[in-house]
């Protein structure tokens, strides 16, 4: 792929992106999300910057690595959640070639005093499933999540997808 086509389908993905970060942030604005106590009007749902890089310098990943890995990934998925100059959370992932599916890969949230600590998994998984719908895919799927958080993802409609060379996959479909 040359340079410039290269360039055009980065800034075509990097559009879908957006759009499926502020479709989330319209339905936790318009209440079709509910989550109580917790004021978006502050919060930031963006791509993974330098700057979230290095404040996610002392967090359980290492993203600086992950999100190196995953950045050649014209389709990839990502996000960058910020309120007040303070990030919350990050997630990557990628989406499959075909229509089957976008999948997280990696998300973790700011452990201490974090607003979102209950909620980061459904707002990502919200981001993921728009982004799916823009791609026209027909599931999101989460890459080995936490046996801790299991039954969190099972309340969000995920449900074992498939073990696939070593790796444990968790899908639900994609609502129309």
Known sequence: ?????????????????????????????????????????????????????????EWNFRWRRIVGQTRPYLRRFEVAIWQDGRLLALAVGRCSRGPDNVTIHYLERLKDNNPLASYVSLIVADMAENYAKLLKKQRVKLK?????????????????????????????????
């Open 1 to 57: 792929m040359d340079e410039q086509r290269k360039l055009e389908t980065e800034i075509k993905y990097e559009s879908f992106r957006t759009a499926a970060r502020d479709a989330t942030r319209l339905r936790l604005t318009l209440g079709r999300i509910k989550l109580p106590g917790v004021n978006f009007e502050r919060m930031d749902f963006i791509h993974i910057s330098d700057l979230a890089l290095k404040e996610a310098i």
């Open 144 to 176: 080995n999540p936490d046996d801790g958080l299991i039954k969190k993802y099972e309340s969000l409609g995920f449900s074992l997808a498939e073990v696939y060379r070593g790796a444990t996959y968790y899908g639900r479909r994609v609502q129309p």
